[in-house]
């Protein structure tokens, strides 16, 4: 993986952290429509909210992905996986050092992975912070229930779909590492016959 493609995979997760705090931010200090219109009218602001973003998104990836592995992974790994965790591990150490093929398309497919991860844990965020600047903010709106209600929702199914990628994504790694290592442990038996 090539360090742009880390630096825009970064940038994609820390933009929905980068919402979440802007949402958080303006939920407990209001919104000032003149202020917010300066400084998206000032270039030079472009360059401090990347920065804050990149910042965002190697945070948000590096707490969800001890989260996940937390949680989910080590399990995953171990239930799934004959020989548990630690032969996956092996596994994917003699198949990523085989096969450049293969571990062009693990690095794609980890980075996929870390995208709907980063935006799983991200749309969380965004539901918890847009719902506390709606309530605390737009209160006086007659059709607040509705507006919350529509937020919550959408995001419940932006997580969702992210959360369901993420697991057929690590299912599939799984399974992929599997099928190579043994076409590989075969392919070295045959050589030694």
């Known amino acids: ?8 995979e970064l940038i994609v997760v820390g933009l929905g952290a980068f919402g979440a705090l802007a949402m958080l ?12 219109q300066q400084l998206l009218a ?10 804050l973003i990149y910042l965002l998104g190697i945070v948000t990836d590096r707490f969800a992905d001890r989260l996940f592995n937390l949680w989910w992974v080590e399990h995953k790994q171990q239930q799934l ?4 965790q630690a032969q996956f591990h092996l596994d994917k150490t003699l198949v990523l050092a085989q096969s450049e093929r ?3 398309l693990y690095e794609y497919s980890r980075s996929r992975q870390r995208i709907c991860r980063g ?9 918890l912070t847009a719902e506390l600047l709606l309530f605390c903010r737009f209160n006086h709106l007659a059709k607040l229930p509705v507006l919350a209600t529509t937020v919550a929702l959408l995001m419940l199914v932006l997580v969702f779909c992210c959360w369901q990628a993420w697991q057929l994504m690590v299912n599939t790694e799984l399974k992929r590492v599997q099928e190579q290592a ?7 038996g ?3 016959l």
């Open 1 to 8: 993986m090539s360090t742009t493609d880390l630096f825009v």
């Open 25 to 36: 931010l303006l939920a407990v200090l209001g919104v000032d429509p003149s202020l917010l």
């Open 42 to 51: 000032e270039p030079a602001a472009a360059l401090p909210a990347l920065v």
């Open 81 to 84: 996986y004959p020989g548990g």
């Open 102 to 104: 293969f571990a062009q």
């Open 119 to 127: 935006w799983a844990f991200n749309g969380v965020l965004l539901l």
């Open 182 to 188: 043994s076409l590989l442990r075969r392919q070295q």
């Open 190 to 192: 045959e050589i030694l």
